[in-house]
């Protein structure tokens, strides 16, 4: 494993904030990375006034995964009532906000340009600032969606575990990370989508395999754990190959699909809960966050609160996969801290938290 290190100093010198001398903000924020085309406003990073979700799952099980072009244009078609029914929801109108925010990475190329384009025009006929926000620190930021701010307490560590991203940062404060580890190949929702896929399970895989789950023993199968040694990045792409080996051995309508769903399921959270539970004990952390789509899963869960004697949070189902509160609640404090953008902002495909 990793020794603790310093938290790398370009994160330390950032503005730190206190958040008993905020002010009060009210943020439209969109998010479009994805297949989710979403808007929702937040008061003060922490109070919901509306969380508006159209999800183009439906659209994309044809194709067993997310089909770009596609996403992209529905989010075209959809985004304008989208964000009319978050304004609504929250009864504001857009005097009444403080900023427009909205996810410009990582994601979809075509996905974010029509989210980055709609806040853009947003900003521009209302005068507000824009701020576009990274897609992985909204879901950090679905933590404070869910919790009482008062009672999270620094430094703490963060799993982002979702269909595009494993990652593990240590959170030093607000804004501040130190990037301890990501996967390696493919991303833990990506391999739950695979699996479920071959196993013959609706998609996404990730939900699918948690219920199949239910009804299967998780030692019917032994999968491979990839514990890796350099430190706490993880790795699923041998697991995955495992599962295939062993469903070729089978008639397809003869599958013991709940066994090797649940057999699958316990490989990935053990190495999830390993690596995190090592980390946490490493940087004697205060409490584990989880967040991303696969924070949903209740193995995942009852696995990582039995297995540390820290508090363990997570958001709930809602705002686990993507959604647009978690990107306000991450535009507050980037609000706070004074980023603003301009108009010439571009979409990030690629980008990095840190
Ligand atoms: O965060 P998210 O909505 O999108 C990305 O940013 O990638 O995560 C979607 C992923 C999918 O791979 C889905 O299969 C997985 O989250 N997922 C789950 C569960 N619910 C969603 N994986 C395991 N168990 C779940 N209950
Ligand atoms: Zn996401």
């Known amino acids: 494993m990793n020794q603790p290190n310093q938290p790398n100093q370009q994160a330390v010198s950032f503005t730190t904030i206190n958040q008993s001398t905020m002010i009060n903000t009210r943020i439209l924020a969109i998010e479009t990375s994805c297949d989710e085309t979403a808007a929702a406003v937040v008061e003060n990073g922490t109070t919901i006034l509306s969380n508006i979700i159209a999800s183009q799952t439906d659209l994309h099980a044809q194709y067993g995964g997310v089909f770009p072009e596609v996403a992209s244009r529905k989010h075209i078609e959809v985004i304008h009532a989208v964000v009319d029914q ?7 109108g ?18 974010l340009l029509v989210g980055v384009n709609m806040a853009k025009g947003l900003a521009v006929g209302s005068g507000k600032p824009l701020l576009g926000i990274n897609h992985i620190e909204g879901h950090i930021y679905s933590l404070w969606l869910s ?3 008062d009672k999270i307490e620094f ?29 390696l190949d493919d991303a833990a929702g990506e391999a ?37 040694d350099d430190g706490y ?27 090797m769903a649940a057999g699958f399921q316990a490989a990935v959270v053990d ?14 952390v205060a409490a584990v966050h989880l967040a991303g789509g696969v924070s949903a899963n209740r193995a995942l869960r009852r696995q990582m609160q039995e297995s540390l004697d ?30 603003r953008d301009t108009l010439d902002m571009d979409v990030l495909p690629g980008l990095q938290l840190v």
């Open 86 to 92: 978050a304004m609504n929801t929250a009864h504001l």
């Open 94 to 111: 857009f005097d009444d906000l403080d900023c427009i925010a909205v996810t410009r990475g990582p994601g979809l190329v075509g996905s």
């Open 147 to 149: 919790e009482e701010t």
């Open 155 to 183: 430094p703490l560590l963060t799993l982002v575990v979702s269909g595009g991203h494993t990652e593990l940062y240590l959170m030093h404060n607000h804004l501040v990370y130190e990037h301890l580890g990501r996967t």
């Open 192 to 228: 739950f989508d695979k699996v479920g896929r071959l196993l013959g399970l609706p998609y996404p895989g990730g939900p699918a395999i948690d219920k199949a789950s239910q009804d299967g023993s998780p030692t019917a199968f032994k999968f491979p754990r990839a514990v890796l």
């Open 233 to 259: 990045n993880f790795s699923f792409s041998g697991l995955k190959t495992a599962v295939l080996r062993e469903t070729n051995k089978y008639q397809p309508d003869k599958l013991p699909v709940n066994d």
């Open 271 to 284: 190495v999830l809960v390993a690596k995190t539970a090592a980390a946490a004990e490493d940087y004697n």
């Open 310 to 339: 820290i508090p363990v949070r997570y958001p709930p189902p809602i705002l686990c996969t993507d959604n647009a509160a978690m990107i306000a609640a991450a535009a507050h404090y980037r609000f706070m801290s004074d980023r």
